[in-house]
């Protein structure tokens, strides 16, 4: 029995059967340096995923390693009771990034929990349980940030503690209006969205949140300038803007630091996770200061943003600027989307789409265009038996998520694309697809 074997035996005989493990074999990985990764058997792999775009600049890299590592020899963690230098300086930093207006930050451990706390802030605030997401959206893995996924596959129960309506547009491939020029299609879901408040809703709504690009959703977008268009509407009801900038955050588009950068807005708030601290667990949310303090009760997140992950989260920042890192995220993400372009000839090939270094190919069954999850399924195979790491996604799950680090080389994006591309074209031989 392999290492693998053993471990896969002891995680389902203990771990909750719903989560879910890439590969029929799944693997574990235990080293890492820059893009790369070494499982348990030894492999190497070049990394198109980064632990869900969440190692954010690389593994092992001095510049963060050695920050945390003498943090943690001096002090891991004290509360949010004492004052703590290293999370005060990351919320001025994240609060002068964000370009919100007299902001405020409060941090937590993870995505999901931000999210809580923007439902909390947006609805104590607007006195109001009613609240707008995105049809194919992702926000989390608690009751209340399920309750604003729009994607049966990742809402475990039908409860909520808020009403939500759920907006279309974010996801332009599959929708009946894809077609329609960019203006008209962004002014019939302003007008969509204005039927929506109309029928759906009694009008005063706490708040829309949204993705500017889908993750879990298979990087899935709408026409930059969609979400300004939809903001003009939420402002005239007094409705706030929250965008979940928990995968589009910290450069990853490349074009901009945030997300919502592509829509000519600027949020009421927006809430944040994953490659804060290239790996250590953060999150959080900043906003405008009356919605950060709208809360009327003492409360607390008693990790969040502790001296340990708020030093990971300051060199992690540091090497973001340092390095220019967004300028290379524009640069190798054109690079990956040109070589990719390719693949756009093949007809299980439905759509290529994505910005910066996060881009998506969804895989379709030729002639009806009905996703193709095994299709995805066996391009991740193949891809990991030649030594690439991707992901997945997507509503059906046929969508191919590639998200390498940020510092990515022009190199790597070269032979990742060449496997890819491979792969790509071994879905149209199915029978080729067992001896990958
Ligand atoms: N929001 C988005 C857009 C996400 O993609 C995720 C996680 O994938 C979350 C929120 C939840 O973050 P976490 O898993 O850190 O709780």
């Avoid at 074997?5 to 990985?29: C, F, K, N, Q, T």
């Avoid at 204005?194 to 959703?217: N, Y």
């Avoid at 998506?360 to 066996?378: C, F, I, K, R, S």
Wanted: hydrophobic residues 45%; contains cysteine.
């Amino acid at each position: 029995m392999s290492a693998h074997d053993e471990l896969l035996r002891r995680h389902r005989a203990v771990l909750p059967g719903w989560v879910a493990l890439y590969y029929d074999e799944p693997i574990s990985l235990v080293d890492g340096e820059g893009r790369h990764v070494v499982d348990a058997d030894g492999r190497r792999y070049l990394d198109f995923f980064g632990g869900i775009l969440t190692t954010s600049v690389g593994y092992n890299l001095p510049e963060i390693v050695e920050p945390v590592r003498a943090q943690a020899g001096r002090m891991v963690h004290t509360s949010t009771l004492y004052l703590i230098e290293q999370q005060i300086e990351l919320a001025e930093r994240i609060a002068a990034r964000s370009n919100i207006p007299d902001a405020k930050v409060f941090l937590t451990s993870s995505g999901t929990e931000a999210n809580e706390a923007a439902l909390l802030f947006t609805t104590n605030l607007r006195r109001s349980n009613q609240v707008l997401a995105m049809r194919n959206s992702f926000h989390g893995r608690s009751f209340g940030a399920m309750a604003i996924t729009g994607n049966a596959g990742w809402s475990a129960s039908g409860l909520s503690p808020v009403q939500v309506s759920y907006l279309r547009g974010a996801y332009r491939y599959r929708s009946p209006l894809r077609d329609l020029a960019d203006d008209a299609y962004i002014a019939a879901h302003v007008d969509d969205l204005r039927e929506l408040l109309a029928t759906t809703t009694s009008g005063d709504v706490a708040c829309l949140i949204a993705e500017p690009i889908q993750g879990v959703g298979g990087f899935a977008l709408p026409p930059d300038g969609f979400y300004g268009a939809i903001a003009e509407v939420l402002a005239e009801h007094g409705i706030l803007f929250v965008s979940d900038e928990v995968q589009t955050g910290w450069g990853r588009t490349g074009a901009h630091e945030w997300g919502i950068g592509a829509h000519g807005v600027v949020p009421d708030a927006m809430t944040f996770a994953k490659g804060l601290a290239n790996g250590l667990p953060i999150g959080g949310i900043v906003g405008r200061a009356e919605l950060i303090d709208a809360v009327p009760a003492n409360s607390i997140s008693t990790f969040g943003g502790n001296p340990l992950a708020a030093t990971a989260a300051l060199a992690t920042l540091d090497y973001l600027d340092t390095h220019d890192v967004r300028a290379n995220v524009a640069r190798e993400g054109e690079r990956l989307m040109t070589a990719l372009g390719e693949a756009t000839s093949l007809p299980f090939v439905g759509d290529l789409r994505g910005r910066g270094l996060m881009v998506g190919v969804e895989l379709v069954h030729p002639g009806t265009g009905e996703p193709d999850a095994a299709a995805a399924a066996a391009v991740l195979d193949a891809c990991r038996a030649e030594g690439l790491l991707v992901g997945k996604g997507g509503l059906a799950g046929n969508v191919l998520r590639i998200a390498p680090p940020m510092t990515v080389t022009a190199a790597e994006i070269d032979h990742g694309a060449g496997i890819l591309l491979d792969a790509l074209s071994a879905v149209g031989r199915p029978h080729d697809l067992a001896g990958v």
